[in-house]
């Protein structure tokens, strides 16, 4: 059974960090994509950060390059979301999920396995 929990998420202020966390069991990393996706108040769910099967194909969506790493340890079943530099735009809910490249392309919002959510908050 696939699982995932996050956590990490917060109230912060605009310009500062936060480093989000999810814990995983149930599937491997070598076969499935990870990714971040987040919810924002009225808008649709959309994905943040993803990365491959090997690790080494990742999405980042437009708004948060060059501010927001996805990073995952194997040995330690977990995936983690460094996101830096927040805007008051980064506020929403946080969930990581994960599914199989055989039937779903990274990033893609209908992945079938998901955590619980985290809200993140930043304030201006």
């Known amino acids: 059974q696939v699982q995932l929990v996050e956590s990490g998420g917060g109230l912060m202020q605009s310009g500062g960090s936060l480093r989000l966390a999810c814990a995983t069991r149930?599937?491997?990393?070598?076969?499935?994509?990870i990714g971040w996706f987040r919810q924002a108040p009225g808008k649709e769910r959309e994905g943040v950060a993803c990365l491959s099967t090997n690790g080494r194909t990742t999405y980042y969506t437009e708004s948060v390059k060059g501010r927001f790493t996805i990073s995952r340890d194997v040995d330690r079943n977990m995936f983690y979301l460094q996101m830096d530099d927040l805007k008051p735009e980064d506020t929403g809910t946080y969930y990581c999920?994960?599914?199989?490249?055989?039937?779903?392309?990274?990033?893609?919002?209908?992945?079938?396995?998901w955590g619980q959510g985290t809200q993140v908050t930043v304030s201006s």
């Open positions: 999920a994960t599914d199989t490249p055989v039937l779903f392309k990274l990033c893609a919002n209908n992945w079938r396995h």
């Open positions: 149930g599937f491997a990393y070598d076969y499935w994509n």
